[in-house]
C-alpha cells in the first residue's frame, strides 16, 4: 500500500515556465516532507523540505507547498531550466519507534525541461 | 562539502555468494540509513543505526545483516543471494539533532546478482 502517491510518472514542459509536481500522502502522522532530484545513476540529491507547521517554503526558484487537510504537497520550479531535468521523488517523513525520521517515498515523477 | 561515500559502486555477484556494501556518512552525522531501490520502483527502507545502535528496522530480508562501527562507518551485508536482490542500495545520514532531520544520500551500489 502506497502511502506516498506520485501519480504522474512523467512531467514535460519548456523552458521559462513553471513546472508543478504533485505528491499525496495518506499517513497523516507524517510531519516533515521532503523533495529530492534523482539523475540516473546517481543518488537521491536534497531539494527542499518542508514542516508539518508550515504551508509554504522557498529556496530560489524552488517552492514547496503543504495542504494538510488534503495530504497534499507540490513542488514549483519557475523557471524551468533544461539542467531541471531529472526524476523527482516526494517523500515524507515521521519519527519512527527507534528515534529515527524514515522518509516513506513515492515513485517519483521524471521531468524533462525542453530548450 | 563532504558527502555519503559508498563502495564499490557497482558489484556483480552470482547466486547464493555473499555480499558487502560499505557507507561512510557525512561527518558528524549520528544516523545512518540503508536503503533498496529496485528497478523501476521507490526506495525502500532497510534499516537505520543511531550511534552505533540499531535504531529502527523496515523491510531488511533475514538474509541481510547490517552494523555501524565506532568510526561511525556502516555495512551492510547480504548472504544467500538472489536474483531480487538485483538493485541500488543507498546509504543516507543524517544528523538527529535539527529537527524534521533531512537526510543526505550516498551514490549508490550497483548490485547485480547473477
Known amino acids: 500500500d502506497q502511502q506516498v502517491k506520485q501519480n504522474s510518472p512523467s512531467l514535460s514542459v519548456q523552458e521559462g515556465r513553471i513546472s508543478i509536481l504533485n505528491c499525496d500522502y495518506t499517513n497523516s502522522m507524517f510531519d516533515y516532507f521532503l523533495w529530492y532530484k534523482k539523475y540516473p545513476a546517481e543518488g537521491p540529491t536534497f531539494l527542499i523540505s518542508?514542516?508539518?507547521?508550515?504551508d509554504k517554503n522557498e529556496d530560489g526558484r524552488f517552492t514547496v507547498f503543504l495542504n494538510k487537510s488534503a495530504k497534499h504537497l507540490s513542488l514549483h520550479i519557475v523557471p524551468s531550466q533544461p539542467g531541471d531535468s531529472a526524476v523527482y521523488f516526494c517523500a515524507a517523513s515521521r519519527v519512527a519507534s527507534g528515534g529515527s525520521y524514515i522518509p516513506t517515498f513515492g515513485r517519483g515523477t521524471s521531468l524533462i525541461v525542453h530548450p | 562539502a563532504a558527502g555519503v561515500i559508498q563502495s564499490p559502486r557497482h558489484l556483480i555477484k552470482e547466486k547464493r555468494e555473499t555480499a558487502t556494501l560499505k557507507c561512510y556518512p557525512i561527518p558528524r552525522h549520528d544516523t545512518v540509513y540503508w536503503y533498496q531501490q529496485g528497478p523501476g520502483q521507490d526506495p525502500q527502507f532497510l534499516i537505520s543505526?543511531?550511534?552505533?545502535?540499531?535504531?529502527d528496522k523496515g523491510s531488511i530480508p533475514d538474509r541481510f545483516s547490517a552494523q555501524q562501527f565506532s568510526d561511525y562507518h556502516s555495512e551492510l551485508n547480504m548472504s544467500s543471494l538472489e536474483l531480487g536482490d538485483s538493485a541500488l542500495y543507498f546509504c543516507?545520514?543524517?544528523?538527529?539533532?535539527?529537527?524534521?532531520?533531512?537526510?543526505?544520500f550516498g551514490e549508490g551500489s550497483w548490485l547485480t546478482v547473477v
Open positions: 518542508i514542516s508539518s507547521i508550515k
Open positions: 543516507a545520514s543524517s544528523y538527529r539533532g535539527r529537527s524534521g532531520n533531512t537526510i543526505y
Open positions: 543505526f543511531y550511534e552505533k545502535m540499531q535504531s
